[in-house]
């Protein structure tokens, strides 16, 4: 098992600033992902995060817009780069746990409102 | 076709009920497949991995068909702490076979 904090947890931002958000991990990591929810509609992968090197985005997502960093095995930034309402969400950090077959734990969120 | 579709539900049952819930997928190379929970306004957590042979955890019970690319979840006597979403995942392949890929859930409330 593995606890994942994250934070904010919620925040409220007006258009064209920044958010990071940041995510811990306290157990042993082989990956870390970063997800977006929007309401009613399923996880959506935005990128994996990569110790020491670039992400790797998903189609439709790029790194001007969401920079990640990974400084460690255990922890991951993601920032939201002027900010519109469309990008009103939740944003979920995710791991895989090392000698883990497939289960992803998640954080608990941060919920992002754009005004 | 969407990479992984559930029932659109939402499911409104009464306590004790059995439900089942139905997923397809449209990557015939997937590898893993996955029943991960969602309660409200909370993270998703992984409630049982689905095994070709079928596989059974208490209440719930998960199979996969792969020939027809179709997963199922039934739960039996249900409970009120059985509400929640209900995400069906799979898993990519090649170089994407680390990633997970949600369904878009199904709901399930159950009523007292």
């Known amino acids: 098992s593995a606890v994942i904090s ?110 | 076709r969407k990479e992984v579709e559930q029932d659109p539900g939402p499911f409104n049952v009464p306590e004790g009920a059995t439900v089942a819930f139905n997923c397809t997928y449209s990557n015939s190379a997937s590898q893993s497949f996955f029943w991960y929970r969602q309660d409200c306004r909370k993270e998703p957590k992984l409630l049982m991995s689905v095994y070709s042979s079928g596989n059974e955890d208490g209440r719930f019970t998960a199979q996969l068909n792969r020939a027809s690319q179709y997963i199922s979840l039934l739960i039996r006597d249900s409970k009120l702490s059985d509400s929640a979403t209900y995400l069906c995942v799979v898993t990519g392949t090649g170089a994407g076979s680390y990633q997970l890929t949600f369904g878009k859930g199904t709901k399930l409330s159950v009523i007292p």
Do not use: H
């Open chain 1, 6 to 115: 994250q934070k904010p947890s919620r925040d409220i931002c007006q258009r064209g600033t920044s958010l990071t958000i940041q995510c811990q991990v306290d157990s042993q990591v082989t990956m870390m992902f970063w997800y977006r929810q929007q309401p009613g509609q399923s996880l959506t992968l935005i990128a994996t995060a990569n110790q020491g090197s670039e992400a790797t985005y998903e189609s439709g997502f790029v790194i001007d817009k969401f920079p990640i960093s990974r400084p460690n095995l255990t922890f991951s930034t993601l920032t939201v780069s002027n900010m519109s309402p469309e990008d009103s969400s939740i944003y979920l950090c995710s791991a895989r746990l090392a000698g883990n077959t497939g289960e992803l734990f998640f954080g608990e969120g941060s919920r992002l409102t754009v005004l």
